[in-house]
C-alpha cells in the first residue's frame, strides 16, 4: 500500500516539476517532495526489514506443532505466501517454560517439509540438523 502511494506521488511530483519548468511564476512543489522522500525512507525500511530481520516475518498460518521428547519445547511451523505467490515456511522454536518464540528455519517450500525431533537439544528439518539454540538457517543469507 506505502509503496503504491509512494509510486503515484512520484508520478505527481515529475509532472508538477514538468508544468513547473514551462511556467516560471510557480514555486517548486516542496510538499510532495517531502511525502515522497518519506514514503521511500518507509518503504526501504520495510525492504531491509524483511531482508535481514527474521522476527519482521509474517506470522503465516499455523501447520503443525511437534512437541519436544522431555516436553520442554515445542515446534510450530508456519506457512504462508510471499509477495509473488512463492511458498514459504518458518519454523519456529516455543519455550513453554519462557513462553518466548524463536524463528529458527526459513525457506522456500520445494516438496514434503520433514521435520522431527533428533534429540531433546536437536531438530533435523529436510536432512539439514540444526541445534535449537545455536544454529539456524534462512534462505536470504545464503549469498
Do not use: C
Not at 516560471?24 to 516542496?30: G, L, N, S, V
Not at 525492504?47 to 498460518?61: I, K, V
Not at 529458527?104 to 525431533?117: A, K, R, S
Request: proline letters at 3%.
Amino acid at each position: 500500500m506505502v509503496l503504491v502511494l509512494t509510486v503515484i506521488l512520484l508520478i505527481i511530483l515529475i509532472s508538477r516539476l514538468g508544468i513547473n519548468l514551462f511556467k516560471r511564476d510557480k514555486i517548486f512543489p516542496r510538499r510532495n517532495l517531502v511525502v515522497v522522500v518519506t514514503g521511500a525512507i518507509v518503504v526501504s525500511f520495510y525492504a531491509l526489514n524483511w531482508q535481514f530481520n527474521s522476527s519482521f516475518l509474517p506470522e503465516g498460518y499455523l501447520n503443525e506443532r511437534l512437541t519436544s521428547p522431555n516436553g520442554e519445547y515445542e515446534v510450530r511451523i508456519y506457512h504462508y505466501s510471499g509477495l509473488i505467490d512463492y511458498k514459504n515456511v518458518r519454523v519456529s522454536i516455543f519455550d513453554k517454560d519462557r513462553e518466548k518464540s524463536e524463528t529458527i528455519y526459513y525457506n522456500f517450500v520445494d516438496g514434503p517439509l520433514n521435520v522431527e525431533w533428533v534429540d531433546e537439544e536437536t531438530l533435523a528439518i529436510n536432512n539439514m540438523v540444526l541445534t535449537i539454540h545455536e544454529d539456524s538457517y534462512d534462505f536470504r543469507k545464503e549469498n
